[in-house]
């Protein structure tokens, strides 16, 4: 692929030569690489825990599965815990690290690993898509954005498909871009290949795909001739297969995706001011408001025809993909994930005018070139150090001595109810202990506000609670959201256990009246 042909900032202050450019985006990598890699064995507490547990909880079930050299209880409580929890996406992460698992032991970190090459793999993509669309400058600053934007780094280290998914997506759309200037069935097979993959791996890819291909296929040819191309049709089945095919088993074959699919979107929130601003509140958690703004601005800047129908219509999918998954998006950040990229690729535009204005004004200047690299470069280091630092800020090893602590006092095959962080799984994975998840205040909310439910207190704790033998406490704070439970666990049971952080209630045993 071709370099744009004007002489870019970075190689005209440095030198004309390639490999500075090679130089600068080794570095760039190898950094976005290293800050993934940095505190790798912490556990995964920093994001999204709850999410990531699940992950973790059916990796291990996979591996222990194929293990004869432990407890038996332990092998079937792990094999359980990997089989009762719900399947929405295929688990091909989870496989991948249980079969790394036989070779390494169980390590928690491998995931990590895994992840952050995705990643990091995807930003190779996104460079290379960018400078086709823009510059080598503004696919510098593209790259630099989706490698080192704090919530990307958080995000891009988790156990769960997302990354692998992005990974797959900007792979996709650098394949259908270059269809597009050159169709070819070489590019057609790629980019249904990944397409297909992507909306494999997390369906609402399907979103980011459709949109990308619809950008770049009319931005530059006519719908009817389109609709004669055979590469087209190639495209559209290879893309189709995969996830059609997963949700025909899921539904109505296998049936584990029937019951799955609901609580995604609710009509009413569309009407909502709350909604919208709930929505915006997470855009601005990942990005801020300033990086929004710039990305949407943009948006508008690409030079061509092409490039502008295909960035826009990428904004355009995952606006559509808002209002259809309208509860998700506006209370789970990671939703918005695919947005890092589409950002990323706005930014390029705009980077590009920024150094063609600083190229002019400073091509006589040496020292003024050289302070506007350097302020440049402190960014960019800033940015990493503080990323680095706020890693270092919290060592959550000392969790799972904890909760193996906690389970140990259960006793492992108790019947146990916990009203207890991330639905159990901090419990369940470290503590080798299962138990029935009380509701939290906020689902409460949930089942009784947006879902039309009821709320009873006794038929909720008579229901759930039968034949339990006690009656966990991790969350604190959230206990005193319920006063009525709590009044009712401190009155009516004795306490079997408690330290800092819990409280345990026998059940069996319940005070006289």
């Not at 949700?247 to 909502?272: H, K, M, T, V």
């Not at 759930?464 to 319920?482: S, V």
Request: glycine letters at 8%; a neutral charge; charged letters at 15%.
């Amino acid at each position: 692929m071709a370099e744009p042909k004007r002489t870019t900032y970075l190689r005209s202050f440095l030198a004309p030569s390639r490999p500075i450019l090679i130089l600068a985006l080794a570095l760039l990598f190898g950094l976005g690489l290293a800050i993934r890699l940095y505190d790798l064995t912490d556990l995964p507490l920093d994001f999204h825990p709850t999410r990531q547990l699940f992950s973790a909880l059916k990796a291990r079930g996979m591996y222990y599965q194929g293990l004869t050299d432990t407890p038996d209880w332990q092998r079937q409580m792990a094999i359980q815990q990997w089989k009762i929890k719900a399947t929405v996406e295929p688990p091909v992460l989870e496989r991948i690290v249980a079969a790394t698992y036989r070779l390494t032991g169980e390590q928690l970190w491998i995931a990590r690993l895994y992840s952050s090459l995705f990643w990091v793999m995807g930003g190779v993509f996104l460079f290379l898509l960018a400078r086709d669309l823009v510059s080598t400058d503004g696919a510098l600053i593209a790259a630099a954005f989706y490698l080192f934007l704090p919530y990307a780094v958080s995000a891009s280290r988790s156990f769960q498909p997302d990354p692998l998914m992005v990974a797959l997506v900007l792979l996709f759309c650098w394949a259908v871009w270059n269809w597009g200037k050159c169709p070819a069935w070489g590019w057609a097979i790629l980019a249904g290949v990944s397409g297909g993959l992507a909306i494999y791996i997390k369906t609402v890819a399907a979103f980011f795909i459709v949109g990308g291909a619809l950008g770049v296929m009319l931005g530059r040819y006519r719908f009817k001739d389109l609709l004669r191309n055979p590469q087209v049709w190639g495209m559209i089945i290879l893309g189709a297969l995969p996830g059609t095919l997963y949700l025909i088993d899921g539904i109505f074959i296998s049936g584990y995706l029937a019951n799955q699919l609901g609580g995604r979107f609710f009509p009413q929130l569309l009407i909502s001011p709350v909604f919208y601003a709930r929505w915006e509140g997470k855009i601005a958690l990942i990005m801020g408001h300033m990086g929004i703004v710039l990305g949407l601005l943009g948006a508008f800047f690409f030079n061509s025809r092409p490039g502008r129908a295909f960035v826009i219509s990428l904004w355009a999918a995952y606006l559509a993909y808002g209002f259809i998954f309208d509860y998700h998006i506006a209370s789970h950040d990671y939703y918005s994930l695919p947005l890092i990229p589409i950002v990323a690729l706005s930014l390029a535009a705009l980077a590009d005018l920024l150094f063609v204005r600083l190229d002019e004004v400073t091509a006589d200047a040496p020292l003024f070139r050289l302070a506007a690299t350097t302020i440049l470069l402190l960014g960019w280091l800033t940015v990493f150090w503080d990323v680095r630092t706020e890693m270092k800020a919290t060592d959550y090893r000392p969790e799972a001595a904890r909760w193996a602590q906690i389970g140990d006092l259960l006793g492992h095959q108790s019947m146990v109810m916990a009203l207890t962080e991330d639905y159990g799984s901090r419990l369940a994975y470290w503590g080798w202990q299962n138990a029935t998840i009380w509701p939290t205040h906020g689902d409460i909310l949930y089942h009784t506000v947006i879902r039309g439910g009821e709320d009873d207190l006794e038929h909720r704790f008579d229901a759930l609670t039968g034949g339990k033998e006690f009656f966990l406490i991790t969350m604190m704070n959230e206990l005193d959201y319920q006063p009525e439970l709590k009044g009712w666990l401190y009155g009516a049971y004795p306490i079997y256990a408690e330290d800092e952080g819990y409280v345990i209630f026998d059940l069996r045993n319940p005070r006289t009246p």
